[in-house]
């Protein structure tokens, strides 16, 4: 799950952090919004989440991070029926992608 790049260790989500910054004009470091961008995701069933153009570097198109997400098959939890889930980062889109899970 890790690769060695420049001689650190490059983490999965460290390419989500690079496109916020590259593409979304704003002083707010993603770590301070992400839980409520997944809280988000979660709550309205959905594989991406989006930028207004507004809040845009190019204030031309929204943007949409987009993610792949896989049932958990570990169980992890002391409750029985919960499942969870794993978020991986796919990239950034454009155009909007498919709306729902």
Request: glycine share 0%; aromatic share 16%.
């Amino acid at each position: 799950m890790f690769e060695i790049y420049r001689r650190r260790i490059k983490e999965p989500h460290d390419q989500l952090i690079v496109d916020f910054h590259k593409y979304v004009d704003t002083d707010i470091p993603f770590y301070a919004i992400k839980e409520d961008v997944l809280f988000l995701m979660i709550k309205h069933n959905r594989t991406h989440f989006s930028i207004p153009a507004a809040l845009t570097k190019r204030k031309q198109n929204d943007i949409y991070f987009c993610f792949e997400i896989e049932e958990c098959k570990i169980n992890i939890s002391f409750k029985k029926d919960q499942k969870y889930y794993l978020y991986k980062y796919k990239g950034v889109q454009f155009n909007e992608p498919n709306k729902t899970i």
